[in-house]
């Protein structure tokens, strides 16, 4: 399938609806998604990135039904991660000596992947790249997500082709943001953002203040993966601005693990307690241990506070919970507050625990945690309950 997104400018991508699993076991894709990538024809002809390398015959393949591949003058590759170069290899075989534009890291990570010595052409920011009628302009984004991530935009259409940046894990034919379900279209992009993005919030405020500087209209985004912005596309901009600036909506979420149901006693307690404070606020409990990482670290982006539960096991916390705690501490969220909270039987070390790891992740505590011994009996019931309303009350908004 490829379609004209205008009478010069053709997607050929790859939808894939079959991925539900991106980058490893890391990152689940629940509604598949796309490589996006995007053929412009003026005087000169260039390809905008490609496809995963498992679809690289495929794309040739469709590519050369669009166009002979030696009138293809130049390739952009935005980024090199192997989702957008997957396909290089096999192109580059047919068109060995084409240009390939790219940043200096780049053509490292591109080297390093498929060792090859294309004929790669170096830009940085504000580089052009003329084609005949239209410019194509450079504009590094170093870490949006990966050290050698690249946007360009076309003049005259006045497009952003922005690579990972606004893009979602979504496949859908339909393949613009005004024609599919926009709580599937903000889900998924608030994912892509709170699992991949969330470290580098700084480096997205200041690139988004960048381009905006460049006071030039925006009249579409055409990211790499999910659908093309083209109606309001400044929307997605503008929300991402808002998730960059340490995110917080009025939820809290409570995370845990429980083996002989006795933390999830706990967490079902304390969530009530927190209720009972503030009947307007969001409460959300997951059991990390049947629940997807990458939906549960979604809310806790959402999340003004997260509480953390686990009984004790060999003076440590559940491995479920421990696994999570990589993940978050690496995604270092900014501005939220925090509680640990578990049972135990004998020694009781679950709380500290899991108190050093928020802490370690940039939380900030709001107390010292609560632990209860074996079964919750009434005086621990009340115990959670009390502590749930105490942090209700704190953080009412
Ligand atoms: Fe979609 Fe960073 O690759």
Not at 41 to 47: A, H, Q, W
Not at 251 to 267: F, G, N, P, V
Not at 316 to 335: M, P, T, Y
Request: hydrophobic residues 40%; negative net charge; proline residues 4%.
């Amino acid at each position: 399938m490829h379609f004209a997104i205008k009478k010069h400018i053709h997607w050929v991508g790859k939808i894939d609806w079959e991925l539900r699993h991106f980058h490893g076991q890391e990152y689940t894709t629940h509604r598949g998604s796309s490589y996006n990538a995007y053929l412009v024809k003026d005087e000169k002809t260039v390809l905008i990135d490609t496809v995963w390398f498992p679809f690289s015959h495929e794309f040739v393949e469709n590519l050369k039904k669009e166009i002979p591949l030696d009138q293809i003058d130049y390739i952009i590759a935005n980024h090199a991660e192997p989702d957008h170069s997957g396909a290089l290899p096999e192109l580059m075989q047919c068109i060995p000596d084409t240009p390939i534009y790219c940043t200096a890291n780049g053509a490292k990570f591109l080297k390093g992947h498929y060792h090859q010595d294309w004929n790669f052409q170096v830009v940085k920011t504000g580089d052009k790249l003329n084609i005949g009628t239209r410019d194509l302009i450079f504009i590094e984004a170093p870490m949006l997500h990966w050290p050698d991530s690249m946007f360009c935009y076309l003049t005259e259409d006045n497009i952003l082709f922005s690579n990972d940046g606004f893009g979602q894990h979504l496949a859908s034919e339909l393949m613009y943001n005004d024609l599919v379900d926009q709580g599937e279209l903000f889900q998924e992009a608030i994912k892509y953002y709170a699992n991949i993005l969330t470290p580098f919030s700084a480096q997205v405020t200041r690139k988004i203040k960048e381009v905006v500087d460049l006071n030039v209209p925006v009249n579409m985004i055409c990211p790499s993966h999910g659908v093309i912005w083209r109606k309001d596309p400044m929307q997605i901009v503008d929300t991402y601005v808002k998730w960059a600036d340490a995110y917080a909506e009025n939820q809290i979420t409570l995370i845990y693990d429980t083996m002989w149901e006795s933390t999830r006693k706990m967490a079902e307690t304390i969530a009530k307690g927190i209720l009972s404070a503030d009947s307007s606020i969001t409460v959300k409990l997951f059991n990390v241990s049947t629940s997807d990482k990458n939906d549960v670290i979604t809310e806790i982006f959402k999340s003004k506070a997260v509480l953390a539960g686990s009984p004790t096991v060999n003076k440590g916390i559940l491995s479920s919970l421990a696994g999570l705690f990589e993940e978050v501490i690496g995604l270092r969220f900014k501005g939220k507050k925090a509680a640990a909270f578990g049972s135990y039987g004998w020694s009781g070390e679950s709380v500290k625990v899991i108190s050093d790891k928020l802490e370690q992740g940039g939380f900030e505590l709001l107390n010292e945690g609560l632990r209860e011994k074996w079964n919750p009996n009434s005086q621990a019931v009340e115990n959670c309950f009390n502590f749930g309303k105490s942090i209700g009350e704190t953080l009412k908004s």
